[in-house]
């Protein structure tokens, strides 16, 4: 199965060799997606050959999304070898029950020893996933972890609120009534504790969800909030030209019948101009940059603070946004509420 997935993601990428803009080339690769540290170093090498043939690059970030259970000294040395120079451990939590409310393969043990090993490894660039907002009536356990994290000194952190999605085990138990999820004053409150925390750690907030140190920013991400085109191989994958957004089948099996058939697995639709204008506001006000309100006015002919004067000046006088030199940002209030305030100022 893995060895027909990896030449069915090849195809694609020589199938799609021409979806993105002429012109800029390639600079960041990012395998992820869940368990791409489960693949034979001859898997990776195999595809990253493939880019290599059939696009335009200009590397200056390769990374590797890995589960700690996955991790060892000797593919850290393969993926080195491969010039990986990130690395991105799905840690979750250092606490074993949560792990296993989570349902993870990993033990808090084994996230230790991983972060260990890629120290060892010498990754140029180290990032951890944390998720908040488990319900608990043991308040420091969120703090616990985060310290823990920082304690462990990467110089990249993403942590995300705890979603439950129906077909998981937290979601089977929660239609059961078997589990709660948090309040949101709960889990606003931990988002709180993190963007302090952080900040007094030496961590830059450059995006809602992502803390870095200086020269630890992700630059595949950062390219993809300030509105670069990307392409997206691979079940469930998506991707983004300019003007078309894509989105492939997430199931593995028919991905694999489909490519196999030369049948594309993804579905193109061409975006309105509104809409990437949206998508500018939603993903540009999540980071340190701000949206640019020239930008949309140039490039969209749309002038957010004459078409929603009344919502804005509601804004800056709760001091959720400010607006300096044309661009617009959140203050540390409106990050509790960052997607609401995006979709407050969508043009229709």
């Known amino acids: ?74 593919k850290l040395l393969d993926w080195k070898s491969m010039d990986f120079d990130r690395l991105s451990i799905g840690v979750q939590s250092f606490d074993q029950k949560i792990l296993a409310y989570y349902n993870r393969a990993h033990n808090a043990l084994e996230s230790f020893q991983a972060i260990d090993k890629a120290k060892k490894a010498d990754f140029e660039k180290l990032s951890i996933d944390l ?12 703090e616990k972890d985060l310290f823990t994290a920082l304690e462990m000194d990467p ?28 309040d949101e004053d709960y889990v606003a409150e931990q988002f709180e ?26 630059l595949h991400n950062t390219n993809y909030w300030k509105n670069t085109a990307y392409l997206g191989i691979g079940p469930g994958a998506h991707s983004y030209d300019g003007k078309h957004r894509g989105s492939n089948i997430s199931n593995n099996v028919a991905y694999i019948k489909k490519m196999s058939e030369n049948t594309p697995p993804y579905h193109i639709e061409e975006m309105s101009g509104l809409d990437i204008c949206n998508e500018y506001i939603l993903t540009s006000l999540r980071t340190i940059w701000g949206t640019d309100l020239k930008y949309i006015e140039k490039t969209f002919q749309v002038s957010l603070d004459q ?30 509420l960052a997607d609401s305030i995006a979709a407050s100022l969508f043009v229709h």
């Not at 993190?194 to 992700?218: T, V």
């Not at 804005?312 to 959140?330: P, T, Y």
């Open 193 to 218: 504790h993190l963007m302090e925390s952080c900040q007094q750690s030496g961590y830059i907030q450059y995006e809602i969800s992502n803390f870095g140190k200086p020269g630890h920013f992700a």
């Open 131 to 142: 998720i908040y907002g488990f319900p608990s009536e043991d308040h420091g356990i969120w």
């Open 307 to 336: 078409i929603h004067r009344q919502m804005m000046d509601s804004l800056l006088q709760e001091k959720m946004v400010q607006i300096k030199e044309g661009f617009l940002f959140l203050e540390p209030k409106g990050k509790l």
């Open 1 to 74: 199965m893995v060895e027909k997935m990896v030449a069915m993601i090849c195809k694609e990428l020589e199938l799609r060799k021409n979806f993105l803009p002429a012109g800029a080339p390639i600079q960041t690769i990012y395998f992820g997606g869940g368990t791409p540290s489960i693949l034979k170093a001859s898997h990776l090498d195999q595809i990253l050959h493939t880019i290599y043939k059939f696009y335009n690059t200009d590397i200056k970030e390769l990374t590797l999304e890995a589960n700690p259970d996955d991790l060892s000294s000797e």
């Open 155 to 182: 110089g990249h952190i993403s942590s995300y609120a705890l979603t439950v999605e129906p077909k998981t085990a937290l979601g089977k138990w929660t239609q059961l009534g078997e589990f709660k999820e948090a």
